[in-house]
């Protein structure tokens, strides 16, 4: 994913917020919110390995009267392991096998469009952008070693929420990251999540 399409991505939300906050005044349902999140994340790569883990995130947002929100969150996507095998017949047993774990960690910045379904539920959908940090660890029988990167992708998703007597609401979330760090995997996650609302 390049700077460019990043930037890109970020200049749609931030179109879509600036019309919707210019069009309409807070209405019905309008305020802050925040909640925390348990999910179960799952990679599948092009090369048909997939690791899953058990996840956990907060976020938080405003919403924009009942059709219109922006969120954003923190999450801590778990960690897989994997390993490489010696390629050929002239390893030593002190080389391999290599070992390899990796955990993730994110930031979100995401719009919500939301529709009423009735009187205490709604569905949503959402695009975003994440940024992504990987540490990978590294090990065989000789040396060790650790590094860590960073990845901006886009984030989009569906969802639904069931509103309870005020202040409370449950929402169920799934939501997927294409192609991350252009490595060919892709992240798809679901989510329950609590929030709480603060606004009418």
Known sequence: MTFAKVSMIATICAAGL???????????GSGWYAGADLGRMEYKFDNGFDASDNAFGVHGGYRFGR????EAGYADLGSYKSTEECPS????????????EVSS???????????????RMEAYAKVGVVSTEFD???????????????????????GLRLNFDAPWSLRLQWE????????????NA???????????
Do not use: K, M
């Open 18 to 28: 600036f019309t919707t906050t210019a069009r309409a005044a807070a209405g019905p």
């Open 67 to 70: 059709h219109v929100a922006i």
């Open 89 to 100: 017949d002239f390893c030593t047993p002190e080389q391999y096998p290599i070992y390899y």
């Open 105 to 119: 960690q994110r930031l979100e910045l995401a719009l919500l469009g939301i529709l009423p379904l009735a009187e």
């Open 136 to 158: 990978l660890s590294t090990r065989n029988q000789l040396v060790s070693s650790s590094d860590s990167t960073r990845s901006s992708d886009p984030i989009y998703g569906i």
């Open 176 to 187: 997927r990251t294409p192609d991350i760090n252009d490595s060919g995997a892709d992240l």
């Open 190 to 200: 679901a989510w329950l999540g609590a929030e709480y609302r603060f606004g009418g």
